[in-house]
C-alpha cells in the first residue's frame, strides 16, 4: 500500500496510523513514491490527470522517502517499508546506497528498494540532469549500489560516477542486498529488469500489457542468463472501492469487491505475484478504510 505522503493528509500523523492499520491488518509493505521538487510543467504532463497539472496540494507538501521511512522504521516492527519508486538518476547514488543500508539496518532488515528514472523532464533538468541521460545515469547508479552494498573496498568505473577500493559500511543486513524493484515497462526498463532487477514493478499497466511485455522481458532476462519464471512481478495500481464496476478509464483494481478479486486474479493469471496499491482519494479516512477492506473483504479470498 503507498502511504500519503503529499498533500494536506500527508503529516506524521498519517504516517503513524496508516503504519499501525497496515501491522494490524497483516499488510506487507507500505510504500512511499518520490518527487524533489515540483517546477511549472511546460513540457512534461503528470499522467494522473486530464488536465495533465499537479493537485495544488502537492506542490506545497510532498516529504521525502526516506525521512518518512527512517521515521517509520522505528516506529513499526513487521510491515516491509520501501521506495515506490525513487528517480535514482536526480541523485547521487553514493549517498542512495547509504540511505538504502542504513535503513535497512535500522529497520531490521524491511527494507525494499524500488527504483525508476522519472517522467518529469523540468523537475530533472531543474535539478541539474539531462533528462536524456536518467537512464544511463540510473543504470550506472544501480551498479554502484550493488558494489558498495557487496565489496569491501568497492570499485567501479563508469562514464558519469567512479569509485576506487572505496569502503563503505554499514552494509545492508538482507544479504546480499534489499530487493530491487525495478519500475517502468518501456524497453529500457525491461532491460533494467534483468540487469538488475529482483522485483519486477510496472506501474499503472493492465493485465494485457503485462503479457504483451513478457516476450520481451524474456530475451532480455535469457540474455543475462536469468529464467524469467523465477522473477516476482508486482505491478502498482489504483486501488479503489465502489458501489459499482469498473467504469471507462480506470483499472480492474477498482470497483466493487468482486471487481477487485476478478482485477487481481486477471493479474495473476499473467504472472504477477504481488500487488502494490495506490489509493486516489489522498484522505487518512479513505487510506484506513480502504485498508480494512482490502484486509477483511480480498485478501481472505484469494
Not at 39 to 58: C, H, I, M, N
Not at 111 to 118: D, L, T, Y
Not at 152 to 165: C, M, N
Not at 233 to 258: C, M, N, S
Request: hydrophobic share 40%; net charge neutral; aromatic share 8%.
Amino acid at each position: 500500500m503507498s502511504l500519503i505522503v503529499r498533500g494536506d493528509a500527508a503529516k506524521p500523523a498519517t504516517f503513524d496510523a496508516m503504519a499501525r492499520k497496515a501491522e494490524e491488518t497483516g499488510l506487507d509493505t507500505l510504500w512511499c513514491s518520490d518527487h524533489l521538487i515540483i517546477p511549472k510543467l511546460t513540457v512534461s504532463k503528470y499522467p494522473g490527470r486530464a488536465d495533465g497539472q499537479f493537485p495544488e496540494p502537492w506542490k506545497t507538501t510532498y516529504w521525502q522517502p526516506f525521512s518518512v521511512l527512517g521515521y517509520l522504521a522505528g516506529r513499526t516492527s513487521t510491515v516491509r517499508l520501501g521506495t515506490s519508486v525513487l528517480i535514482l538518476p536526480m541523485r547521487n547514488p553514493i549517498e542512495v546506497a547509504a540511505q538504502v543500508a542504513e535503513l535497512d539496518v535500522l529497520s531490521g532488515g524491511r527494507m525494499n528498494f524500488g527504483v525508476g528514472v522519472g517522467w518529469f523532464v523540468e523537475e530533472t533538468e531543474t535539478l541539474g540532469y539531462p533528462f536524456k541521460l536518467r537512464g544511463a545515469r540510473a543504470n550506472e547508479g544501480l551498479a554502484i549500489c550493488k558494489a558498495l552494498w557487496t565489496e569491501q573496498p568497492a570499485t567501479y568505473k563508469g562514464k558519469f560516477y567512479q569509485l576506487d577500493t572505496a569502503s563503505f559500511g554499514p552494509k545492508p543486513m538482507q544479504k546480499p542486498h534489499p530487493p530491487i524493484y525495478i519500475g517502468g515497462h518501456t524497453a529500457g526498463a525491461l532491460r533494467r529488469v534483468a540487469r538488475f532487477g529482483d522485483v519486477w514493478h510496472p506501474f499503472k499497466v493492465t493485465p494485457a500489457l503485462l503479457k504483451e511485455a513478457r516476450p520481451e522481458l524474456t530475451r532480455h532476462m535469457e540474455a543475462m542468463g536469468r529464467d524469467v519464471a523465477r522473477l516476482p512481478i508486482a505491478p502498482k495500481v489504483p486501488l479503489t472501492f465502489q458501489a459499482g464496476p469498473p467504469r471507462e478509464g480506470q483499472f480492474p483494481t477498482e470497483g466493487r469487491t468482486i471487481d477487485i478479486l476478478d482485477g487481481i486474479r486477471a493479474y495473476r493469471d499473467e504472472g504477477a505475484t504481488e500487488m502494490t496499491f495506490d489509493i486516489l482519494v489522498e484522505t487518512l479516512d479513505n487510506a484506513l478504510a480502504t485498508m480494512d477492506r482490502l484486509s477483511a473483504d480480498v485478501r481472505p479470498r484469494l
